[in-house]
Each structure stands twice: as C-alpha cells, then as structure tokens.
C-alpha cells in the first residue's frame, strides 16, 4: 500500500493526547458521606469494574477512528501494475494519408482516430505526437485539441518503417521512463512487408482501424491516344480493386461546365473514351461518384494552345539533315536550317535545340554564340563529321564544361546497350528490350570520361553521352560511317532532345514529386511568375532565362487543382496538379504476424490499456467508512455500555 500524500501520516503523533487523557484523569473526585456503606460496596466494585472497560473502549475506538481519518485524509492506494512507480511516457504517430478517408462506424478512420484521442488522453496529461506532415513534442491535448480536429489530410505518407524510427527520436533521455509508442494507421499494403526493429526499451503498439468497405472507385490516369485535323481523342483509366461495378458514371467538366458524360462497366479496370474538337483550350476536370475514397474521385487535366519548339539545324558542307526533317515535323516544331557558311547567328538565341550536324570546324563566334546559347537555357545536339578538327571540338567542350574526345578508334562498333534509366530515354520504351539488331559504327572518338552514357558500345563506351542541355555523339551518322539512321533508336532519341528543349505543360502533374515546366515570358528585372487557385497564391522555385522561365515544383503546390500561371495579373497558361494513387488500393497488412508489438484495432481500449498502467485502486473510501464505523461505536459504548 502507498500513499498520495505520505507526509500527513505524520498527524498519527496526536494519537498520544487521547491516551493521556485517559491515562491521567484531570477530573477531581467529590466525596459524598453515607450514613452506612454496608449495602453499597458491592455495588461499587461491579461500577468501578465496568468503568474501567469502558474508559478502554472509549480509547480504542477513538484511536481507531483518528487513525482511520488520518489515513484517509492521506489517501492510500494500491497500484494496479508493477509499473506504477515507473514514468510513461507516450509518443503518438497518426497517419492522415488519403486513404484514412475509408469509412469507419463513426465517419472516416481518420475523423474516428481523432474523436477516440480527444475522449481517451486527459486534458493535461504531457504526450508527443506526429503525423505525416506536423510534429507535437512534449504537448497537451488541452493545447493540441484544435489542430487535431482541424487536420486535413495528406497527400504524403512517412512510409511505417521510417514512422517507427521517428517515433522513438521523440523520446526524452530518461531511460527510466516506460516508453510507449503508438502507430495509428489502416497500414496499407504497398510494396514491402512490415518490418520492426526489436527494441527492448520501447513498447511498441499497433493500432489499425477496420473500415468498413473495401471497395473503391479510382480515376488512375488520362492520355491523348488519337488526335486527328479536327477531333482529339482523351482516354481515361478507371479501376475498382477487385471489384466489378456496372454502369459508372463519369462526367467531363470544363471550366466547371459540363461538356460530356460516359458510364462504362468496371471489371477491376477499364477505360472509356471523350471526344473534343482539337485546338481546343481545356481546363478540364473528371468525377465520378463513390462512397469510399473521395480525393481520387476527381482528376484535373489541362489541354493548353502549345508553341511550337524551335530547332535549328547547322550543317556540315557535305551533311545531310534529311533525317532531322522528318523528325522534326511541322505539328510540333518549327524546323529551319542552314549550312555553316551561310548561318544567320541572330537565329540562335530564338531558338530551343540547336543540331551542330557533322560540322568539320566550330569557329570562335559560333563557340561564343553556343556557350551563351546554352546558358540561356538552350539545348545543343553535337554529331562529329568524320574529319573534324579535334581542337575546336574541345575548345567547344572546355566552354561548356564536358568531357572532351581524346582520339580516333579506327575500327568497328556496335551499339549495345541501352540506358533506359538516362532522363532522356525515361518512359520512351514500354519494355526494356536487350536483344535488338544493334546499329554500328566504322570508326568513332574516345570520351575523356563515359558517365551520362545515353548510348553504349559493347565495350561499355559512350556512343552518346550528355545530360541537362548539351548532348554529344561520339561518332559520324552518315550512312558512310553508320547504319544509326536506319535504327529504331534514331527517333525516340532525337525526338525526345527536341521535346526536352522545351518542356511544355503536360496535361497533369502530380502533387509532391517533382516537376518542370517551361512558361514563354519575357519578365522584367524584378518580375517573378505565382501559381493561384481559389484566391491562394505560391510563388514556385523558377529559373529566367531570355525568353522562357523554368519553373520547378514539388512540395508545393500541396493541394490538386488547375492553377493559373501569372505575371502580375496576367494569366500566362494553366497547370493542373493531382494526387498520386497510391493510397488508392485498399488492401491492408495482416498485422497477426509482427512480433514484439501489442495489437489492436479501437484506439480507445490503446490508450486506456497504457492508463491503466498509471491507475490505482484508491482506498481513502474504505477508510472514511471504517472512521465513521467507529464513531458509531463510540457513540453506542458511551450511551449503553454503563
């Protein structure tokens, strides 16, 4: 048994003045004479016999009543635990990733997991808490309270492991204390099983709210698969899990007008397809109703007038440029060009790939003219003729920073590997394909260094190398020296260089990865370009250049939208941004199979179990009883007891 207030015990020190009381009676006795005492003594012993008892129970019960209320004002308890006497210490993590939007019994696990929290933890009680965006270290849900009810959900997820290490970072370095973490997630399965690391000092307790469907309807993704002189054709991606649904229903909005409607049939995945007239500005938007997930219920897309990118050709006096003409069609590019000798330089600057095409010489000028080129934000494409002199080359390199070629390997190459993981080739194949008929070269130049390889040799060297705005061929193309024009390699990896030099809007971004877009704006000196949406406003990390301003996004926007691209008041173009669909899946860990941790699924009976760590069996009641059992008995000893 201990006590709440142990010092009152000392209060047990006035029990000695009943007991002199009764030990040294004050009381004076009057003497009374009788005539004779022959028939009273008798009487006398058995009075005095009874007097003497009952002054001993008079003490004994109030004793035992002072006692009993000094004990109760001291308030005894008992401890439930053997862990009673250590200090708790509780960190919380709750995760707030979109698919905490499942139903519970009482709204979404989300809103659920907050409610338990609020009507669990006392209002004072010291706690540290996090989610996937916020941290709360050593705070009180007193203090917490409005942040927690006005949480919004995110569309990042701190992945379970890394929430585990976080977790035990927040504890204080009192090894004394008993530290007690709590994870609060539907733990969705992605792509790795859950994995903890034993740790002895910390109590490690799972918390995974059931919902109550498992069903969910998602817009996973759009792309143009056909344009024609009149018509664009727009397919949508839809899936439902495991799920069959019948005729769902999607609506196209632009501008928040509604221009179409499809209902399809879902068997897992399926697609349906919207037809517009081309040349059409979108700021389009797709919905579709579910009662499960809702921030994938609707998908922003954006189909903006595009530029044509400019790309220049300067040629060697024997070159062909053929090849590039046919790459470089009229629909996307704006294709001109010119032999070395009759090069117009006030042409650069306008443009955004430059194609140095088997050129023997680089002149000083042009070297000046590419190397600020190329600092405005330019791309250079280099092919080497096959007589080429090697200084100016690398004059050329040294300029720009790059690996230079060291000498001439007069002898067959063939093309054989190829870096599908490059940022040029990124998404440009839909398999990875090893066996190919492999191009070849006759004789080829030596890099200084090979990293950045686009383009291999079967001696691992560079056939084409380069990365940001300058690419370089290591060898000729004409047909004398090369077969690489007849490859299938020639256009995705030419017609990605001239996509590249310009990166024009897609027609959606996702919110938290990273992007760039290129805007055409001329800005003056202290201009800078913002992305607004519903009257908020972020200013982008961007990059100005002459005539266009790269613009660099992750963290933020943090929220899916069109957005408006702006100088001052002017709207430049429109943006949209959209969650990832990794939270879609609604498939859940099986958490039976975890060791060292504690289960549950309500996040209520977590933390009362860890209060229960800390509660007593509280005895003062009992005590009060026993004193008022006593004065009763006192009170009875000195009414009946003669």
Known sequence: MQFKYPELLYALFLLIIPILIHLFQLRRFQKVKFTNVKFLKTIKLQTRKSSQLKKWLTLITRMLLLTCAVIAFAQPFIPNTEEFNEEQETVIYLDNSYSMQAKGSNGSLLNEAIQDLINSIPENEKFSLYTNTDTYRNTTLKAL?????NL???????????????????????????????LISDFQQKENPLNFENDSVVQLKLVQP???????LTIDSLFISNTQAETLDLTVKLSSGNDKLENVSVSLFNDDVLISKSAVDINEQAE?????PNNTIINGKLVVEDASLQYDNTFYFNINSKPKINVLSINGSTS???????????DEFSYSSFSIDALNFNLIPDQNLIVLNEIDDISNALIMAIKAFVNDGGMIVIIPSGNIILNSYNQLFIELNISNYTNLFLGEKRITTINYDHPLLKDAFYSRVTNFQYPKVNESF???????SVLSYEDGTAFLKGNGNVYIFSAAINTTNSNFKSSPLIVPVLYNLGKQSLKLSQLYYHVGLPNTVDVNAILG????????????????LQKTFSKVVEIKTEEYPSEAGIFNVKNKDEILQNISFNYTRDESKLAYHNLTNINFTSINTSVASTIDTIKSNTNVNALWKWFVIFALVFLIIEILILKYLK
């Open 446 to 452: 030596r890099f200084s260094s090979n990293s950045n």
């Open 272 to 276: 349906t397809v919207f037809t517009f």
């Open 145 to 149: 309270k409005n942040d927690l009810i």
């Open 152 to 182: 919004s959900y995110s569309p990042k997820q701190l992945n379970y492991e890394a929430a585990y290490v976080k977790g035990r970072q927040l504890f204080s370095n009192h090894n004394s204390a008993t530290q007690n973490l709590v």
């Open 210 to 216: 059931k919902p109550l469907l498992t069903t969910n």
């Open 320 to 330: 062909d440029d053929s090849f590039l003409k046919r790459i470089y069609t009229r």
């Open 525 to 540: 000196q202290d201009d800078i370009l913002t992305l607004e949406v519903n009257d908020k406003a972020v200013i982008p």
